[in-house]
């Protein structure tokens, strides 16, 4: 069991920067963590994964978000700069069994927290 509990979601406007925090308890081991968000009416996004220091990014995201860990904080960080009204949605930290990578993060998710909510307005 992996359990996650996500805060720092806000309402900024375009072009501004936010930095989501994630603290991460439970048995981690062989886990690939990571973020995926959903807007309403869309489908999951993977946004971004990390896996012993080696990062994944989805395309959209590469260059402005930037994953993180502190291990001895049990904690994931997700920073987010140049946010753009798209980037709106619910932001959910997750683990993935084995496979890493910003698909696996949402088709073989087996934890997830309850979210927290970004919004970009225009």
């Known amino acids: 069991q992996v359990n996650f509990v996500e805060i720092g979601g806000t309402t900024v406007q375009t072009g501004g920067s936010l930095r989501l925090s994630c603290r991460v308890s439970?048995?981690?081991?062989?886990?690939?963590i990571g973020w995926f968000r959903q807007a309403p009416l869309n489908e999951r996004e993977g946004v971004a994964t990390?896996?012993?220091?080696?990062?994944t990014y989805a395309d959209s995201v590469k260059g402005r978000f930037t994953i993180s860990q502190d291990n001895a904080k049990n904690t994931l960080y997700l920073a987010m700069n140049d946010l753009k009204p798209e980037d709106t949605a619910m932001y959910y930290c997750?683990?993935?069994?084995?496979?890493?990578?910003?698909?696996?993060?949402?088709?073989?998710?087996?934890?997830w927290g309850q979210g927290t909510q970004v919004t970009v307005s225009a």
């Open positions: 997750a683990a993935v069994y084995g496979r890493c990578g910003v698909y696996n993060i949402v088709a073989g998710a087996s934890y």
């Open positions: 990390i896996d012993n220091g080696a990062t």
């Open positions: 439970g048995e981690t081991y062989g886990f690939c």
